[in-house]
């Protein structure tokens, strides 16, 4: 291979390393998240039931929890929406490419 390959694998295996670094970050964040909102409840529930610090936790919980499981829709129906495109397919359910996408003389994987 010569240098200009290399460099685009290279570019490739980079890119590819961040956006699993950025995946690890994410969860991780997730998990602090859930846990500090599972730390809040437990203190909640210490609290008296009529007391303005168990409604404030609460709240917050509340809308911590709305907010994940909006992003996590978010994220979730975007790649539904990717995929949700009707293609023709081969008999193996892959998306079938176009003669005008294809390069020509070259069969497609």
């Known amino acids: ?7 685009k694998v290279l570019i490739a295996v980079l890119a590819v390393v961040a956006a699993l670094l950025k995946l690890w970050e994410v969860r991780g ?12 409840i437990e203190v909640a529930n210490e609290l008296p039931n009529g007391s303005a610090s168990r409604k404030a936790a ?3 919980v509340e809308e ?16 539904l929406n990717q995929e949700a495109v009707r293609r023709e397919r081969d008999a193996r359910g892959r998306p079938v490419r176009s003669a005008s996408s294809s390069r020509e003389g070259v069969e497609p994987p």
């Open 1 to 7: 291979m010569d240098l200009d390959s290399w460099s």
């Open 29 to 40: 964040a997730r998990v602090a998240q859930l846990a500090e909102l599972k730390t809040v």
């Open 58 to 60: 609460t709240a917050y």
């Open 64 to 79: 911590a929890l709305n907010e994940f499981v909006r992003d996590f829709l978010i994220f979730g129906l975007t790649g």
